[in-house]
């Protein structure tokens, strides 16, 4: 079957503006989140896992290169004992906070951009606040 060339360039051009309308809702949309500025553990069963939230219990926010917070210490802390990356708990979210959470990102299947958002959190283990084994869980 031969295919038309402007089927297929328009085809193309429709592929194309979805994948990219797409990516810009999808920054939109995390842009318009408030930056994760503590966290908390009311989520999930005893003993609860520590999430970064916005005010006491917003788990819909977002973190990247700059933030400094006690919601990037949760990320980092959850990386490095969740996910063996080898990275300060210090709650400055720069260069190596970036790099391990890419990694992570790969790990779990989301867009390995360097910033966390809510489709982050959904996919990650978070570790326990406390608790014999000091396990992971997911929160959803």
């Known amino acids: 079957m031969r295919r038309s060339p402007r089927l297929l360039c328009a085809a193309a051009a429709v592929a194309l503006a979805t994948s990219t309308l797409t990516a810009l809702t999808s920054s939109a949309a995390s842009a318009a989140l408030p930056n994760c ?12 896992p520590r999430i970064p939230t916005y005010g006491s219990g917003n788990w819909d926010c977002v973190l990247g290169s ?21 990275i300060n708990v210090d709650k400055v979210f720069g ?20 910033v966390y958002g809510p489709a982050t959190r959904s996919r990650m283990q978070w570790a326990r606040a406390a608790g014999p084994d000091n396990s992971c869980i997911s929160v959803g």
């Open 66 to 86: 700059g933030n400094v917070s006690d919601g990037v210490w949760a990320l980092q802390y959850t990386m490095r004992y969740c996910y063996g990356q080898n």
């Open 37 to 48: 500025n503590q966290w908390a553990t009311n989520w999930g069963s005893e003993p609860r």
């Open 95 to 114: 260069a190596q906070t970036r790099s391990a959470l890419i990694n992570v990102q790969r790990q779990v299947g989301a867009a390995a951009d360097g």
